[in-house]
């Protein structure tokens, strides 16, 4: 069984016991997160598609820990001037265990 789900404005795809990393900033390590723009759930044999979300279907979710992706460096030169600029930027993440589907 896997679902289709919406979290930080992307679409992910999880089956129960995957481990993925998400953008979001609520939630504390051990806590639970409950997703319920669920999009599709599939058990293998039937497909349920939401119009947009399914209704009552949810995504638990346990967070595990947290932690930053490597630095991507930004670099632009400001428009008609004769200087540069250098920065680095690290995004945030929270790493989440699957633990259930809920279907809909």
Not at 20 to 39: A, Q, R, T
Not at 46 to 68: D, F, L, M, N, T
């Amino acid at each position: 069984m896997y679902a289709i789900f919406e979290a930080a404005g992307k679409q992910i795809r999880v089956t129960s016991g995957d481990e993925i990393k998400v953008d979001i900033p609520e939630g504390d390590i051990n806590s639970e997160i409950l997703f319920d723009k669920v999009l599709m759930i599939s058990d293998g044999e039937r497909i349920i598609w939401g119009k947009p979300y399914i209704e009552g279907a949810k995504v638990k979710a346990e967070v595990v820990s947290r932690g930053r992706y490597p630095k991507i460096l930004v670099y632009g030169p400001p428009p008609k001037k004769a200087r540069r600029r250098l920065r680095g930027h690290r995004q945030q993440y929270k790493l989440l265990r699957i633990k259930e589907i809920i279907g809909g």
